[in-house]
């Protein structure tokens, strides 16, 4: 008899056991959280955006809300020696979201202007969930970027004109390559130097890299790129002051190939070529390819 009640005593604290691990699993299981970053290099001062998928699993409908001081939605972001990086702002807050029972929603996020993840380095990043209504997080896996700085290829500074908007009185542009595993992209960036602020940096799309890009400034001090981006393609941007994208067009090269020049006017514009129709570059994007990468300055350690 004491043999038989020994064996059920262990039975219950077995089933004991297994119940707390499915409960356990069940309440893990609620909420999904998923983070993705489209590529893992970015050059210094580029938007890093990351996309953020929320799945609710919870069987009913789930509202995600700031409660008892702690916010619904956070990221831990950690340096190249494992330091913690903090937000440039901390009272910034989330708008309530609500998700349906079996339903995912994305969102994209960019670290950029969040975070200062502008220095040279690898940085680990973990999405985290709270659920108010189980005073639990979920986490996503922790995902890794690397920040790096481009090769120069141009620079110049130009004065700001009268009537320019936009405080200081230089701005510097510079174009930079970057070589990925299959591509290699130019990028352009627009800084006040004396200051230390960068307005933008970003991508102007793929580049042949035999082929320098021409650079050109017309008499308002905007910035006017012609690169060769595919055999025959060449693509044409304009850059104001400000790192705004002012232009962006693609021409295609015929008897004559295109090139910058300098109106009486003062402008700048494209002679040579065939301008391509939109319909006709977007054909073009959607052919399959061969194969398928603003505070101070970040200092080179």
């Known amino acids: 008899m004491r043999r038989v009640a020994l064996f059920y005593g262990v039975m219950k604290l077995l089933l004991t056991v297994a119940c707390v691990f499915v409960f356990v699993a069940r309440a893990q299981g609620q909420i999904q959280v ?19 998928g929320i799945t609710n699993l919870a069987g009913r409908d789930v509202d995600l809300h700031d409660a008892e001081g702690q916010p619904w939605f956070g990221l831990e972001i950690t340096g190249s020696e494992g330091q913690p990086i903090a937000p440039v702002a901390t009272n910034s807050t989330q708008a309530p979201l609500k998700i349906e029972a079996g339903k995912k929603v994305t969102q994209r996020i960019n670290l950029t202007p969040l975070y200062p993840v502008h220095d040279f380095g690898v940085y680990h990043v973990r999405a985290h969930i709270y659920f108010a209504d189980l005073s639990k997080f979920f986490y996503s896996q922790t995902k890794v970027f690397e920040v790096t700085e481009a090769r120069p290829i141009w620079q110049k500074t130009v004065g700001m004109p009268d009537g320019a908007s936009g405080p200081g009185n230089a701005r510097t542009y510079s174009l ?5 595993p299959d591509h290699t992209s130019l990028y352009v960036r627009v800084e006040d130097k004396d ?4 307005y933008a940096t970003y991508s102007l799309g793929r580049v042949i890299a035999f082929d320098e890009p021409q650079a050109e400034l017309d008499r308002s001090n905007q910035l006017h790129i012609l690169h060769c981006a595919a055999p025959r393609s060449w693509a044409y941007a304009r850059v104001g002051l400000n ?19 300098h109106t009486a006017e003062g402008t700048v514009a494209v002679r040579g070529g065939m301008l391509e129709t939109p319909a ?6 959607l052919l399959p390819k061969l194969s398928d ?5 970040p200092k080179d350690d």
């Open 34 to 52: 998923e983070l993705k970053f489209k590529r893992l290099q970015y050059i210094a001062y580029e938007p890093v955006v990351a996309t953020l």
């Open 243 to 261: 790192g705004e994208l002012l232009a962006h067009s693609s021409f295609m090269e015929t008897k004559t190939r295109p090139r910058l020049f």
């Open 195 to 198: 200051s230390g602020i960068v």
């Open 176 to 180: 930079l390559s970057n070589r990925f």
């Open 293 to 297: 990468r603003p505070p101070e300055m």
């Open 280 to 285: 006709a570059q977007s054909a073009r994007d």
